[in-house]
């Protein structure tokens, strides 16, 4: 099964999927966005660790006094911002059981680099994967590495699990689509303006078809 090829890390073994939030810059806005992981190619993980390792002792070695203080300074800014996290409390909600957020750190922060999306399919399956739709998918929340696995009655060998490079695809799909994602910029530019003028700031954005109206 696909458990026998991915795995949690011992410390996160309780959770029930992985999400991610990335920022980039699209537009002259900034985006925040937010989806779900299938998992990392752990050996890119390692060679970062690995390489942050060495830097991390030659500055440690060669710092003057007040440097090492200002990377410490860094180090107590980056837990503010976790108590800061931490503070965030649900203030309403259908169930009297809501409580405040907890939030614990564990494991280790995994670069946006070393994530993979992992596509599976039945080996009777006859209808041939859309790669259209996965760069589409993938350049909006720029993942890097995709898997397409397929299964004999939800049994998967190694031969049938399959890494695929798409950096290239997701480069050139966006640049293909240049004319797409230029009235994409609009849309979202015509949504925050909108947004902005309504008395109460809140507003419902309905799609017909390849028309978007608003509500």
Known sequence: SRRRHTRWEPNTKSSASHQRIIQYD???????????SNGYLKQIVD??????NAKTA?????????????????EKIETGNLTLLEALRVTGGPSSTVGPLHIERRGRRIPQKAIFDLKTCAKETIRPIDMNEVYRRLWINQTLHFIFAEHFRGSFEPRDIQPVSISDGISKWGEDREALLKHYQAIVMEIIAATRSSATGKLQVIRWGSEIGRA
């Open 26 to 36: 699209f537009g002259g806005l900034k985006f925040l966005v937010h989806s779900g």
């Open 47 to 52: 060679r970062d660790t690995q390489r942050n």
């Open 58 to 74: 030659k500055i440690s070695k060669d710092l003057p006094e007040s440097m090492e203080s200002l990377v410490k300074t860094q």
